[in-house]
């Protein structure tokens, strides 16, 4: 939809454009670093985008331009009159003295497109507003989305030379260094774990499989109970199966170490006060954010995400579960679906530069052994598009009253940039908990 700008003059600045035009003609090594920030819709007048375009049809035949030459390629593309002519483009070298100031120009100019494409997308959005054929949730997360792609992406290319590569690789080495910490990532409260990962590390996706009721969500809500009430990293739960009180009161049995049964009953005893007050206490303040919203679409789930990474900035997230992450694809087959939530929860990980935990279950012929990638339930794109898969094992015979500590097994059967392996953990049927084998 066109700008609806009646009165208003829409945000420009016509010498600035000249300005960056100009040096680029008195400087041409200046232009691949301009090309990386500006594409040709970022200029608001038409002639400059024309001599933008110009610019960069002679950057990529690797010809070194300047006026003469850039006159002869836009007469070459039939544009040279569109442009202004010959003598408005020997007049663009005359409005600035220098190129050493190109990136201060750059950024006026791109502000004044930020401007731009914030007027048109509220243009946008009152029209939307006022079509009752369309959702106003759905409009609320379109414009979130859009917002957020403003800001994370304001026109710069991430790329980067070996130079700064290595030179910026050497600084974190040496500050992981200098503070003497083996954890790179965030930690998971499993010591094994940990030490095969160095914690979870910013933009991958973790997968945790099992079969249901081998204890994903235990595991999920142990490693929180780590990182947000121990740690104070911001963390976020999406839970899709469980309301918010079902999960406080699992955190606090965790927690508190009081048994879940005696929770869910209120059968407590003097000292079990004492004990539920103290772990309250302790996660009263906690960063965790929970969101337990059931068959969440995945359009919701992303746009909630990017709100609590900006008003909260949370550090990790966790997914309970993606089998129960819903597409506007209602009729494509399971796989599709999967493979769609798999690939988008990914890109959200490297959108929003953290690590997304996600729990999943794992087919039926799984049943009593201990599962494989292959057993991962829905599609290969789970598979393919995590950077780190593991799988919850137990025996999951019940467990009596004299026996309420059980072997179990993290398997990490895919690490993108890492050992795999088994670790051990015990599983604490009480206060629905794994733990580090070694601490029992």
Not at 420 to 429: K, Q
Request: aromatic content about 6%; charged content about 20%; hydrophobic content about 40%.
């Amino acid at each position: 939809m066109a700008m609806e700008l009646k009165d208003n003059v829409p945000p420009q600045n016509l010498a600035a454009e000249q300005a960056t035009l100009g040096a680029m003609l008195l400087d041409w090594s200046a232009v691949p670093e301009v090309i990386t920030k500006l594409s040709v819709d970022r200029f608001y007048s038409f002639q400059h985008q024309v001599i933008y375009e110009g610019i960069r049809s002679l950057a990529n035949q690797s010809i070194h331009g300047d006026m003469l030459t850039l006159v002869n390629e836009l007469s070459k593309l039939g544009k040279l009159e569109q442009a202004g002519g010959t003598g408005y483009i020997a007049s663009l070298t005359d409005t600035v003295p220098t190129s050493s100031n190109v990136n201060y120009y750059v950024d006026i100019v791109l502000d004044c497109a930020t401007r731009r494409d914030l007027i048109k997308l509220s243009s946008e959005l009152k029209a939307h507003a006022f079509d009752e054929t369309k959702n106003g949730k759905a409009i609320l997360q379109a414009a979130e989305k859009q917002i957020f792609d403003m800001n994370f992406n304001s026109g710069t290319s991430s790329l980067h030379m070996m130079s700064d590569i290595i030179r910026d690789t050497i600084m974190l080495i040496d500050m992981r260094y200098k503070n003497n910490e083996e954890l790179t990532g965030i930690p998971s409260g499993i010591a094994q774990l940990d030490a095969m990962t160095s914690g979870f590390q910013n933009s991958e996706l973790i997968i945790i499989g099992a079969r249901p009721s081998i204890g994903k969500t235990a595991f999920a809500l142990s490693m929180m109970e780590t990182i947000a009430i121990d740690k104070k990293i911001p963390c976020a739960f999406f839970s899709l199966e469980m309301s918010y009180q079902s999960i406080g009161q699992r955190l606090l049995a965790q927690v508190s170490r009081l048994p879940s049964g005696k929770l869910r009953s209120g059968m407590l005893n003097i000292s079990d006060f004492q004990k539920l007050q103290d772990a309250a206490g302790r996660c009263y303040n906690a960063p965790l954010y929970v969101v337990d919203t059931p068959n969440m679409q995945l359009l919701e789930l992303r746009a909630v995400a990017r709100r609590m990474k900006m008003n909260f900035d949370i550090k990790i997230i966790f997914i309970d579960y993606i089998g129960l992450i819903t597409t506007e694809n209602q009729g494509a087959p399971v796989y599709e679906v999967v493979s769609e939530i798999s690939k988008s929860l990914k890109a959200l990980a490297r959108e929003l530069n953290i690590p997304i935990v996600a729990l999943c279950q794992v087919s039926r012929d799984a049943e009593g052994s201990e599962p494989t990638l292959a057993q991962l339930r829905g599609s290969g794109s789970i598979e393919q598009d995590a950077d780190i898969v593991m799988f919850l094992h137990r025996d999951r015979k019940e467990i009596g009253e004299d026996k309420h500590v059980q072997d179990a097994k993290c398997i990490v059967a895919k690490q993108r940039n890492g050992a795999t392996g088994p670790v051990d953990l015990v599983f604490l049927s009480s206060f629905t908990k794994f733990e580090n084998k070694a601490e029992e």
